[in-house]
C-alpha cells in the first residue's frame, strides 16, 4: 500500500481535498474579526472633563486626573479613591499607537496615587487611556493631553 502508483482517481481525490482546503483557509482569513474583550467596568469617560465613577462591588471608584489641562512631556497624576489592593496601570495612546507607559502607585492616606508622564506627539491634541487593573478588575478611562 506504502508503494502504490497514482493513478488519475487518486489525483482527483488529492486535488479536491487540496481545493477545500484551500477554500476554508482563506474564508477563515479573510473572514476573521478581532473581538476585543470589554471590561465590565470600562465605560467612556474622560478625566480631563470630570472624574470617573466606576462601580465595583457594592461601593464606588473614583478616578481622578490631578491635571485638568495635562500637557505632554509633564508629570501626571491620577488619583484612585475607593480601591483596596495596589492597582496596577499603563496608558496607551488612543489617537496614535505610542506604546504604554507604565504608571507608578503609592499609597497617600486612604487613595491610591498614581504618577506618569506621557511621550509628545506630532498632533497638537492627544487621545490616552490609563488601564487600571486591581486583582480581575479592570477599568479604562480617556484623557486628552494636549502639547
Known sequence: MAAEKLTKGRLIQILVLMT?????????????????????????????VEPCLF??????????????????????????????????????????????????FEQKEDKWVGSFTVPACKHETMVWAIKITEGSSNITANFTVKK
Request: aromatic share 4%.
Open 55 to 104: 462601580d465595583k462591588d457594592a461601593s464606588g471608584v473614583l478616578v481622578t486626573l490631578s491635571q485638568k489641562q495635562p500637557k505632554a512631556e509633564a508629570p501626571l497624576t491620577v488619583v484612585i479613591d475607593n480601591m483596596s489592593a495596589k492597582p496596577t496601570a499603563i496608558v496607551e495612546g488612543v489617537s496614535m499607537n505610542m506604546g504604554t507607559v507604565p504608571v507608578i
Open 20 to 48: 477545500v482546503l484551500i477554500a476554508a483557509f482563506t474564508w477563515r482569513t479573510v473572514s476573521y474579526e478581532t473581538h476585543e474583550q470589554k471590561s465590565e467596568l470600562a465605560k467612556e469617560c474622560d478625566l480631563t
